[in-house]
């Protein structure tokens, strides 16, 4: 083969491969008839269509037991991670709309220094609180039904809770052994929780005060008087309907984990939510 032939021929290839595609088009530059050839370069592009991770976890709605001041109204309690989440690395660490970006599903959560897992105790307090709730009335939704399962994510946490008249997101921190006390996480207005925020926050200042009353110590680490504004976070952002995030202790201080473990402690951090909650909502209507 004629040594030209060949050059041309591994030209051609070689721009087949790396996708540049030659076409030829009549120069606009000038008004004589030179023509002019555009190299347009087309490599291959990987889209991948979202699609929402396949948890295991089932939300439930439960009936008010009596008539109370509550009556009438809805409320979401969100009990953070759940027991599966460690045997799912590939469900959980699914990147999912945060509101304003991208972010992992959902994580496993944290635990006390002897092993009491985050997950375990935000779903026995979620109950506690979901009791008091009940029997002052209110509707009230869980996002999770068990400690087993795997999810749900945390876009969709936001979704269940969007049905509500307003949402509570419960969890137990693992900072640095030396922090202690609760802190409400507060939405900042990104993505579509702008419109609930204002509300949010008037939400966070009624429920510190209550925890207050209650002998309950604000955070000495997080935030300030232990309100915390995020913009992280997918339960926040993605929500449209008043609603905080409670870190109710951290979970690595002795003194915080002794009172996450107590029925006593969590029962009346429970009646101090439930307060607010009913503070807040009977303000608005």
Not at 19 to 43: A, C, D, H, N, Q
Not at 125 to 154: K, M, N, W, Y
Not at 204 to 224: D, E, F
Not at 257 to 284: K, P, Y
Request: hydrophobic share 35%.
């Amino acid at each position: 083969m004629p040594r030209f032939v060949a050059r041309v021929l591994y030209a051609v290839t070689a721009v087949i491969l790396t996708g540049v595609i030659w076409r030829w088009e009549p120069s606009t530059s000038s008004p004589t008839t030179t023509s002019t050839f555009v190299v347009t370069t087309t490599l291959p592009t990987t889209t991948t269509a979202l699609s929402a991770p396949v948890t295991t976890a089932i939300s439930t709605t439960l009936p008010p037991l009596r008539d109370g001041d509550l009556t009438g109204f809805s409320v979401t309690i969100d009990p953070g991670h759940n027991g599966g989440n460690a045997t799912r690395p590939d469900v959980i660490n699914q990147l999912v709309p945060d509101g304003v970006g991208m972010k992992a599903c959902d994580t496993t959560g944290t635990a006390t220094t002897d092993g009491y897992p985050e997950s375990a105790f935000t779903f026995t307090f979620a109950s506690e609180l979901t009791l008091i709730l009940r029997q002052r009335g209110a509707i009230v939704t869980l996002t999770r039904s068990d400690d087993h399962s795997i999810g749900p994510c945390v876009n969709a946490r936001a979704d269940i809770g969007n049905s509500s008249d307003v949402a509570v997101s419960l969890h137990g921190d693992g900072a640095p052994m030396s922090g202690s006390g609760f802190a409400i996480l507060t939405p900042v207005g990104r993505g579509p929780s702008a419109q609930m925020t204002k509300e949010a926050n008037r939400l966070a200042g009624i429920t510190r005060h209550q925890l207050v009353q209650r002998g309950m110590t604000p955070s000495n680490y997080l935030g300030r008087d232990g309100i915390q504004p995020r913009s992280d976070l997918a339960g926040l952002n993605l929500s449209t309907v008043p609603k905080v995030m409670i870190e109710c202790g951290n979970m690595k201080n002795p003194d915080d984990a002794l009172h996450l473990t107590s029925s006593e402690w969590r029962q009346n951090m429970a009646a101090g939510i439930a307060e607010a909650i009913s503070v807040f909502l009977r303000s608005r209507s």
